[in-house]
């Protein structure tokens, strides 16, 4: 079974994200919703449009968007040739019966599934076929769909395997999420556990007397959960939302999910959280607002710093864990309660909700963005620690508890429901950095980098500096890696690492300030120049260098990038040659790189093409600081290639960059220089009056036209007539240029206010 076209029925939020998800991921889709009144498309086209215009964005390339076409739920023939339809409608079981009878009608042959927050799918099923509970289950995203990695499958004890195994790899390989097998019972896995907790927050804040900012500030990376924590989390999800989980919650299970009041009454003023305008916290301009709910009023956002706290959360999470319970006062008796209930709850829920521990871990960290499942944060914590605090506040021992043999995870496995430790089932297509080192199969390494062995004749270099920068560590450190993999005969190298969130921040601009304060120029001189080296060996190696960006991927991150003989990219792909924002040009080769691959793109148009046209992209991408909101977007802006990849889950980058070296090894020759025709005075006129417009407009300061003047002195091959030139000599002058700015005052102080505010300066 192949999926190739998608049906949505539901344009509301989680609907219409659904579907730009699918979309983003080149798959045609057919969005239908409620006809309207005068427009009987009203309704669809405006949940797309919200989709379109939503903050964060839905789409990964908004021309994606043509992909979806757009109907009434009266319209349910133009659903015929979708291979999978998901239910996305309101979240009453009434209504989803309706609609199921309808399409069993109407689609006789499509995998069908509900994405509700919570309720049975064997409720859904009453009423309907054999064979249509056969391609029947639940598909569970999580929000915002784009970004959140979970994908929650239920089956049914009817589903086909081959539907649940179709659905399985088309959520993994081609909507890039991390599927979790959940058993029927009500809110799954994530939902009933993370509304539990987010429950359990509030009645412990109203009890030990805390402010909703003192909440998140306690529940938030201080416990290696996001920097949503728990209420910022639900005016994201949405107020009326939660109220509608908690409520199905309560009805299906019998216990207590009861929301406050003074949240009730939140919901009744339709202050539902960001789709609003104000929830939990409310922004006024550039102000945040917190809702005080002991005076139902808005008041100034307070944050919470204390000695203590300053002093646990610069510790590694296994620390901060056992240390936050251990704060003095209300925190660490709200903290310790909360961490125990919940944990007690996990343990006597987890048989009922999940197959496995391992499924409880990996639902919480993808469905909710926590740092590690919470068996993970027990073992932490002690597991005898547990049992004391249990103790202590009068709660049982729960019988998982009773049959771990001093921790949930030790030795590569995992303790069963039956009480035996199994392995840890593998990941298809999937290669964790932690097991090669586990594995032994690191070649090389020291506090900066890590050369690591794939297998198969392939390398991995790891940048280990903060956010990826690069300074003299991580790039002598890949020279040796280059020489290591040349001579040993490796197919090639692969360049990446497992941040969660950044591949490379660029250059590291404190050491580059250092230097220039001190006057270091025949160093900086030689840094530089070594710098631009490495971009070109990446590209002259005999062997494919292939790197894996993700996230950010700035400067000489994407420098390193270009110059690579492929690119594996993750589809959350935040590129950008930033250099201008610090008043420099990009110096490792990128100013080079993006005039040479925009002028060769010209040269297919023949001797008639305006050579003009690739300076001046490069030019505007450069000033700008453009940077890419997706993989798909890098592709169009030219930092990507055609023939370079994306991948659309985040867990098989490293493994698809090491098939992209196995493809490209066998007969593969490196690029040679290349040549092309420089502008010279001639373009350098034309830009620089561009940039006196801008200035003469108030939209650049002088020492932005004195950036702008270098980049295009760079692009047009210097002064003079027009003139054929080569990639080293670009490389001179982009050198030069570097240096130049970088001994400007206006540029130092850019550099240290970024360093110290971590936003621009326009000086």
Not at 184 to 213: K, T
Not at 383 to 401: Q, T, V
Not at 662 to 690: C, H, K, S, T, W
């Amino acid at each position: 079974m192949r999926i190739k076209k998608v049906g949505v029925v539901g344009a509301g939020t989680m609907g219409g994200a659904i579907a730009a998800l699918s979309a983003s991921a080149g798959v045609p889709v057919v969005l239908l919703d409620i006809p309207g009144k005068e427009d009987l498309l009203e309704y669809v086209k405006k949940g797309l449009d919200r989709q379109l215009k939503s903050k964060p964005a839905s789409f990964m390339d908004k021309s994606r968007a043509s992909l979806i076409e757009i109907g009434t739920t009266e319209q349910l023939e133009k659903l015929k040739d979708c291979d999978w339809i998901v239910e996305v409608i309101v979240e009453k079981v009434e209504p989803k019966r309706e609609l199921f009878a309808r399409l069993e009608a109407a689609v006789p042959k499509a995998i069908i599934s509900s994405n509700t927050s919570g309720i049975p799918m064997k409720t859904l099923l009453e009423g309907r076929s054999e064979g249509f509970k056969k391609r029947f289950l639940g598909t569970h995203f999580f929000a915002p769909v784009r970004y959140l990695h979970l994908l929650e499958l239920i089956p049914t004890p009817d589903t086909d395997p081959a539907v649940l195994e179709t659905m399985r790899a088309f959520g993994e390989r081609i909507l890039g999420k991390g599927t979790v097998l959940c058993k029927d019972a009500p809110g799954f896995i994530a939902n009933r556990l993370g509304v539990f907790g987010m429950n359990q927050a509030m009645r412990l804040m109203m009890e030990e007397g805390l402010s909703i900012d003192e909440v998140d500030a306690l529940t938030g990376p201080l416990v290696g959960r996001p920097k949503s924590a728990t209420f910022r989390t639900g005016d994201i999800s949405g107020l009326d939302v939660l109220k509608l989980v908690s409520t199905e919650l309560a009805h299906t299970t019998g216990e207590d999910f009861a929301m406050p009041d003074w949240v009730e009454n939140l919901i009744a003023q339709n202050n539902l959280g960001d789709k609003t305008g104000a929830g939990y916290y409310k922004k006024v301009g550039k102000d945040i607002l917190t809702y005080d709910y002991k005076t139902a009023e808005y008041k100034p956002q307070e944050k919470l710093r204390t000695p203590e706290i300053g002093a646990i959360k610069v510790l590694p999470l296994k620390e901060r864990l056992a240390k936050v319970g251990e704060l003095p006062g209300k925190y660490g008796s709200f903290a310790r309660k909360l961490f125990l209930i919940t944990s007690h709850y996990t343990l006597e829920r987890a048989q009922e909700i999940a197959y496995d521990i391992v499924s409880v871990d990996r639902a919480l960290e993808w469905g909710f963005a926590w740092e590690q499942g919470p068996f993970k944060n027990m073992d932490a914590v002690g597991l005898e620690n547990l049992k004391r605090g249990f103790a202590e506040m009068g709660l049982s021992e729960p019988e998982l508890l009773k049959k771990a043999d001093g921790s949930f995870y030790k030795d590569g496995k995992y303790l069963g429901f039956d009480g035996q430790y199994h392995a840890i089932p593998k990941e298809e297509g999937v290669i964790r950095l932690s097991s090669v080192k586990s594995e032994g199969k690191t070649l090389s390494e020291s506090k900066e980098y890590a050369l690591l062995d794939l297998g198969d004749g392939v390398a991995l270099f790891e940048n280990r500096a903060k956010m990826g920068t690069l300074g003299e560590g991580p790039v002598a450190g890949l020279h040796k890696a280059l020489d290591w993999v040349e001579a040993n005969g490796y197919n090639g190298l692969v360049l990446s690492h497992e941040d969660p969130r950044t591949y490379s921040a660029g250059a590291n601009l404190a050491l580059v300030l250092m230097a220039a304060q001190e006057g270091a120029w025949d160093d900086m001189e030689l840094a530089t120049r070594r710098f631009q080296q490495t971009s070109v060996r990446l590209r002259r190696s005999p062997f494919p260098v292939v790197s894996a960006p993700f996230g950010l991927t700035l400067g000489g991150g994407a420098e390193f990038s270009l110059h690579s003989a492929a690119v594996q990219a993750h589809a959350e792909l935040y590129m950008g040659l930033v250099e201008t924002g610090v008043g420099l040009l990009p110096g490792g080769g990128g100013t080079k790189e993006m005039l040479f691959r925009f002028s060769k793109e010209l040269e297919a148009y023949g001797p008639e093409a305006n050579v003009f046209e690739g300076v001046k992209r490069a030019f505007q991408m450069i000033m700008l600081a453009q940077t890419s909101t997706s993989a798909l977007e890098a592709r169009n802006m030219g930092f990507l290639r055609p023939q370079d990849g994306i991948s659309m889950n985040r867990d098989r980058l490293i493994a698809d960059a090491k098939r992209k070296v196995l493809f490209l090894a066998p007969d593969y020759v490196p690029q040679p220089p290349m040549r092309i025709r420089a502008l010279g005075a001639e373009g350098i006129g034309n830009l620089r009056y561009a940039l006196w417009q801008f200035q003469e407009a108030k939209q650049a300061s002088e020492h932005d036209a004195l950036v702008g003047s270098h980049v295009a002195y760079v692009l047009c091959g210097g002064d003079g007539p027009a003139r054929e030139v080569s990639e080293q000599d670009i490389l001179d002058l982009e050198r030069e240029g570097f240096l130049k700015l970088l001994g400007t005052k206006k540029t130092q102080e850019r550099i240290a206010h970024t360093l110290k505010i971590g936003k621009p300066l326009r000086n």
